[in-house]
């Protein structure tokens, strides 16, 4: 059964810094592009950034080109998001999702997300 549990989210002041953790389980998560995603409160559920299988490629949404940092451990099974220079408008529920192939194209549709995490809450507040 494929699984995947987002950790790292907490309450951290604008500025601030934090890195999240989506931790695979059940399969061998080198074969499938990672992709987080995060829903604001009365929003839609938007792309934040995709990794490839293999960690060669990576996409990010302009809203945190800059200021967000994709990377994986394969070896671990783990996909981490270090988010700097953090913005109260980053507040959101933040979900890691495994595509069923290796590629990032066309992830902002989320389209192929195939396994989805339950989330994990961050929020920028002073």
């Known amino acids: 059964q494929l699984q995947l549990v987002e950790s790292g989210g907490r309450l951290v002041q604008p500025g601030g810094s934090l890195r999240l953790s989506c931790a695979a389980s059940?399969?061998?998560?080198?074969?499938?592009?990672i992709g987080w995603f995060r829903q604001a409160p009365g929003k839609e559920r938007e792309g934040v950034s995709c990794i490839t299988s293999t960690g060669s490629s990576t996409n990010y949404a302009d809203s945190v080109k800059g200021r967000f940092t994709i990377s994986r451990d394969n070896a671990k099974n783990t996909v981490y998001l270090q988010m700097s220079s953090l913005k109260p408008e980053d507040t959101a529920i933040y979900y890691c999702?495994?595509?069923?192939?290796?590629?990032?194209?066309?992830?902002?549709?989320?389209?192929?997300?195939?396994?989805w995490g339950h989330g994990t809450q961050v929020t920028v507040s002073s």
């Open positions: 059940g399969f061998t998560s080198d074969y499938y592009a």
């Open positions: 999702a495994a595509r069923s192939y290796s590629g990032c194209s066309g992830y902002m549709s989320q389209s192929f997300f195939r396994s």
